[in-house]
């Protein structure tokens, strides 16, 4: 047959036009957010209309479709790294991460184990080792990166389980004798990877919380000792390093303590808060992520990372290998240098992962952990002033506030009806997002609705809080006045 190029191919030429267009597009999307609502109101039926179609037959040009993938985007997009972004945990993506998870995916390399790329491999496993000491966990290094807390989570709780049942020497089909425990303020992913994992619903341990929404000790150890004389087998403590919710942060030496003397596995799920640790303030976190089995962490929340970009760090690479090694003549590895026979499969539940952290290193690379800290450290200043602006005036009231999450609502002294202020405080979040000027989350703390706010953005500035107060407190003096 005739040597013919394929039709995917393209040129140098056409694809360095094609990359300018690229980067022209992605500066404007960058540029957009500063001057833009943070969310324009749409519909689901806008956007199928917008984007709706039937199967191609054809192609058309690249450039035109670089154009039309931009548009709804541009237009619809939800943009993360806006100023008055506050709604969720994701953090604002550093530009020039963004340029190196570009390059990342041009490279397209499959980081299954050393093998198969050795210089992507070699770059993760530093990538790792810099976070770890970032933080504190003084592990050594071990771990891989995944696509977020979630995934994190779940190994974690997979090497935990793995643990409990050798210990225990239990048979195949025993796991539902394991139990595990986490605060009710712990994260949802907790509780999923239980059930992936087969425990039973009754045996995830719900552990009540303080006045602070810090998981009580006394709870947890009376239901630690009650499972033990039941004949039922502890497999995990969790705590949290900074809950999705408020922020709170568990007592975790307290934790530790509990953990080490039952001979637990002890997680904590620090996908958002542990880089606080980084922090002079928070630097006490360190002293139990060292006494951790694992530690979760997203640089894509407050490490100014693009998604996808989580973090599993491991005590023991050996206790990850007894979770996840297997054997198959497809993937057996022949290398016999300790480096090179690495492979992440043997150590986490994908075999197929991409190049996650390049990103990662070219933004410690680029700015350094000096001008992160103070960065992440700004974001906490700035809770404070937020903080401080809503316990100044009589018509606020702060719920909860911890690292850089802070639940306020408003509260007209005269107001004492909690289902009024419920529906006025919706009201007032409701709009404001409708409107697009700032982006809150809601959330229910003891039956009160709060107007939540997370602080993970490096553009955000004080002039961005003031701002959100106003609009709150306008929109509450207009809702209170017309009721």
């Known amino acids: 047959m005739p040597a013919t190029p394929s039709p995917l191919d393209m040129d140098a030429t056409e694809f360095r036009k094609l990359g ?23 519909t689901g039926q806008e956007i199928i209309d917008l984007v709706n179609e039937d199967l191609p037959r054809h192609g058309i040009p690249a450039e035109r479709v670089l154009a039309l993938c931009s548009d709804p985007l541009l237009r619809f997009g939800r943009r993360n790294g806006h100023p008055r972004f506050f709604g969720y945990v994701c953090g604002s993506a550093d530009p020039v991460a963004i340029l190196a998870d570009a390059l990342a995916t041009a490279f397209n390399q499959n980081l299954t184990a050393w093998r198969s790329s050795p210089a992507a491999v070699e770059i993760e496993r530093l990538v790792i080792r810099w976070l770890d000491a970032m933080v504190g966990f003084a592990g050594d290094g071990h771990g891989m990166l995944v696509s977020g807390g979630s995934a994190a989570n779940l ?15 239990l048979p195949s089909g025993s796991r539902h004798r394991l139990t595990i425990y986490l605060s009710r303020e712990g994260h949802l992913s907790m509780i999923k990877a239980a059930r992936l994992l087969g425990l039973a ?31 039922l087998i502890p497999a995990a403590v969790c705590g949290s390093a900074g809950t999705s919710n408020t922020g709170t942060i568990d007592p975790l030496d ?36 060292a006494r951790a089995d694992s530690l979760s962490l997203d640089p894509h929340k407050w490490l100014y990372s693009p998604l996808d970009s989580g973090c599993i760090l491991y005590r023991d690479a050996a206790a990850s290998q007894q979770a996840f090694a297997l054997d198959s003549e497809y993937i057996a590895v022949t290398q016999t240098d300790p480096r ?4 992440y499969f043997n150590h986490g539940a994908e075999l197929s992962r991409r190049f996650r952290a390049l990103k990662i290193w070219a933004t410690i690379k680029t700015h350094g ?3 992160l800290t103070d960065t992440i450290a700004l974001n906490i200043t700035l809770r404070r002033h937020l903080d401080n602006r809503v316990e100044e005036h009589p018509n606020l009231e702060l719920l909860g506030s911890e690292l850089s999450i802070s639940c306020f609502r408003y509260h007209p002294p005269n107001t004492a009806d909690n289902n009024l202020l419920n529906t006025l405080n919706r009201q007032i979040l409701e ?4 409107e697009g000027r700032v982006l809150m989350s809601p959330t229910t703390l003891d039956g009160r609705y709060a107007l939540r706010v997370c602080i993970v953005n490096f553009r955000t500035r004080a002039s961005d809080i003031d701002l959100l107060i106003d609009e709150v407190l306008r929109l509450g003096e207009s809702f209170s006045s017309n009721a």
């Open 155 to 169: 190994q974690a709780l997979t090497c935990a389980v793995t643990q409990a049942e050798q210990q225990a020497s």
């Open 369 to 371: 952990v000096d001008r």
């Open 254 to 289: 307290a934790l530790a303590d509990l953990a080490a003397q039952h001979d637990i596995w002890f997680h904590i799920d620090g996908a958002y808060g542990a880089p606080a640790a980084m922090v002079p303030e928070y630097r006490w976190m360190a002293r139990a992520f």
């Open 340 to 343: 090179e026979s690495f492979a």
């Open 20 to 42: 300018q267009q690229l980067v022209e597009l992605m500066t404007r999307a960058l540029g957009v957010e500063h001057n833009e609502p943070v969310m324009a109101p749409t």
């Open 431 to 434: 709009t404001l997002v409708a």
């Open 201 to 231: 619903d009754d045996h995830i341990r719900l552990i009540e919380v303080d006045d602070d929404r810090r998981l009580r000790l006394d709870d947890l150890r009376h239901k630690i000792e009650h499972d033990l004389t039941s004949g």
